[in-house]
């Protein structure tokens, strides 16, 4: 079977809006939660309006009722949308998340062996639980903060112009600064993170190895050596998340400083417009609320660039399994008469060109009779069972059923046709009947088990 997993080695946004699509999110339901943060990011708009009318005419005769009410009306209508929108997100982001982990926990179950050959258990099982978990996080948590962050920002600004156009000036320079501070600490971060997720998932596989295999552990006396692997594993970790750290030091503290001394500065020229009669207070009031409905915002957007950047790379990671190809169970016919000897001709196997495993196989195992096949550690037994089970397709000559190759039979129907108990007897999650059941279609009663347990070598 030939496999296809070439993968863009640079994630991108498009990768990332195709997978969420993909989950077929309720439309519905995101639609009217983003309604809900566009409602609330509206009322935010307006209080610093009201506040400014309350502060210019600042007297216990002059506030009126319909003040007050309009007041409070926009604080519970900004809280109730707000409060409404982070549940639906947080409701779609768990809904998106399960998707994606369906479609995932689907395609393992169907991709070939040779996937397995090459991938580690733990790096796939990362995939499903730790990079999923950050395109949750992402759509949960910060993605109301991209569309309501700006409109706020470019809300607050159209109000702001119209208050004052110079110090709304003043107030832009802030953005070409932002943006040279947070695009290089933005690509460094998206390597980083990927870095991170790559090294987990290596982590996730050296533990489930070593779980696994407890009792070979134990017996081999090798604890002390485990242990030390794994904590080769944990210092990556740490060196990695420290990284991160560094980043996340970086970006928060800085633009804080940079919009904190745009608020000092704000107030300090504020001031002197009041002064000078340019501006009321009550208009230096609301400019400065306004400001702060910017400063706001523009913390979460840079929050929500550092957790796309984490995303980014954790759909790339997401895409090389969902884009793998996988085993064909349908093509082909039925076995319908599986009573015919299965005869190999001059079969050839390698796993890669270095690696040649069976060289020119000939025989024949005949219906009815037991054959077998005996040999060396490392002779190809198993994989010559491999080849029966179409795990794998030889590299050169036939397998055939009769006359006709196995290739000609859908895999579901020939492997249903093969009973395959392995070296070690693994068990699966459940009772014992469970697992003599495990693989049959339909019901089973007491009476057919007991009589296959008759039969010999089956006891």
């Not at 399960?98 to 397995?116: D, F, H, N, Q, T």
């Not at 970086?250 to 608020?263: E, K």
Request: aromatic share 8%; with cysteine.
């Amino acid at each position: 079977m030939e496999v296809r997993n070439e993968i863009k080695k640079k994630g991108s946004w498009r990768q990332f809006l195709r997978l969420i699509q993909d989950t077929n999110p309720s439309k519905g339901i995101l639609v009217f939660a983003l309604f809900m943060s566009l409602l609330s990011t509206g009322a935010s708009l307006f209080i610093p309006m009201l506040t400014k009318g309350l502060v210019d005419n600042f007297s216990l005769s002059s506030i009126s009722t319909g003040q007050i009410v309009g007041l409070v009306a926009f604080f519970i209508m900004q809280t109730i949308a707000a409060g409404l929108s982070i549940y639906l997100l947080n409701y779609i982001g768990q809904k998106i998340v399960a998707g994606l982990r369906e479609r995932l926990w689907k395609k393992v179950l169907i991709l070939p062996v040779s996937y397995y050959d090459q991938n580690r258990t733990g790096d796939t099982i990362s995939r499903m639980t730790n990079d999923t978990g950050v395109v949750k996080t992402l759509i949960s948590e910060h993605l109301s903060n991209l569309l309501t962050g700006g409109i706020s920002i470019v809300g607050s600004l159209i109000v702001l112009f119209v208050l004052d156009w110079k110090m709304t000036l003043l107030l832009l320079t802030v953005i070409p600064l932002s943006v040279l501070i947070l695009v290089p600490l933005g690509r460094k971060m998206y390597k980083i993170s990927k870095a991170l997720q790559d090294e987990t998932a290596s982590f996730t596989s050296v533990l489930t190895q070593v779980l696994s295999e407890i009792r070979l552990v134990k017996s081999s006396n090798t604890e002390k050596r485990e242990y030390e692997t794994g904590n080769k594993g944990i210092e990556k970790l740490l060196q990695f998340g420290l990284k991160e750290g560094k980043v996340q030091a970086l970006i928060s503290p800085v633009m804080s400083f940079v919009l904190m001394a745009l608020l000092v500065i704000i107030v300090g020229y504020g001031g002197m417009r009041v002064s000078s009669g340019a501006l009321t207070t009550g208009e230096l009031v609301a400019f400065i609320l306004y400001l702060v409905q910017i400063i706001m915002p523009m913390s979460q957007l840079s929050m929500f660039f550092t957790q796309f950047q984490k995303a980014i790379g954790a759909t790339e990671r997401i895409n090389t399994i969902l884009e793998y190809e996988v085993e064909d169970h349908e093509t082909g016919v039925k076995v319908t008469n599986a009573k015919q000897p299965i005869v190999l001709e001059n079969v050839y196997f390698e796993y890669n060109e270095e690696e040649q495993v069976l060289k020119n196989i000939d025989f024949t195992i005949e219906s009815g009779k037991v054959t077998a096949i005996v040999g060396p550690s490392g002779s190809g037994k198993t994989t010559l069972f491999s080849l029966l089970e179409r795990f794998y397709e030889p590299t050169s000559g036939a397998i055939k059923l009769g006359k006709d190759a196995i290739t000609n039979y859908s895999l579901q129907s020939w492997r249903r046709q093969i009973g395959y108990v392995s070296q070690d007897s693994p068990l699966i999650d459940g009772t014992i009947r469970d697992n003599i059941c495990y693989g049959v279609e339909g019901e089973v009663t007491d009476e057919e088990i007991e009589k296959v347990g008759t039969w010999p070598r089956v006891t």
